[in-house]
Nanobody, 123 residues
Framework: QVHLVESGGGLVQAGGSLRLACAAS????????MGWYRQVPGKQRELVAT???????NYADSVKGRFTISRDNAKNTVYLQMSTLKSEDTAVYFC?????????????????WGQGTQVTVSS
């Protein structure tokens, strides 16, 4: 299994910044794509940003130019630097990881989710 621990959420005023982190641990052979998604009550979870193992990134249009995703492969950690935050960025942010795990003599590739961290932007 993969255990994902998210940190860095909280309350911030509009225009401010926050940095989220998500550290993965477990019987990991390799981590492929890492990403952040967010969800508000009553709406579907939506993509915020993803980053591949070779640092190719993808962003939702709503966060381009304001958010930056990065990763530290040595620490199995993905970060989301959020700047110029807006009230509409308020949501629970979830870390998502595609990882290949050791299972005895075999490996298994799956998708895993963190527990979520609340980001609240006050206007």
């Amino acid at each position: 299994q993969v255990h994902l621990v998210e940190s860095g959420g909280g309350l911030v005023q509009a225009g401010g910044s926050l940095r989220l982190a998500c550290a993965a641990s477990g019987t990991i052979s390799s981590i492929n794509t890492m990403g952040w998604y967010r969800q508000v009550p009553g709406k579907q979870r939506e993509l915020v940003a993803t980053i591949t193992r070779i640092d190719s990134t993808n962003y939702a249009d709503s966060v381009k130019g304001r958010f930056t995703i990065s990763r530290d492969n040595a620490k199995n950690t993905v970060y989301l630097q959020m700047s110029t935050l807006k009230s509409e960025d308020t949501a629970v942010y979830f870390c998502n990881v595609e990882a290949t795990l050791y299972r005895g003599l075999y490996t298994y590739t799956g998708e895993f989710w963190g527990q979520g961290t609340q980001v609240t932007v006050s206007s």
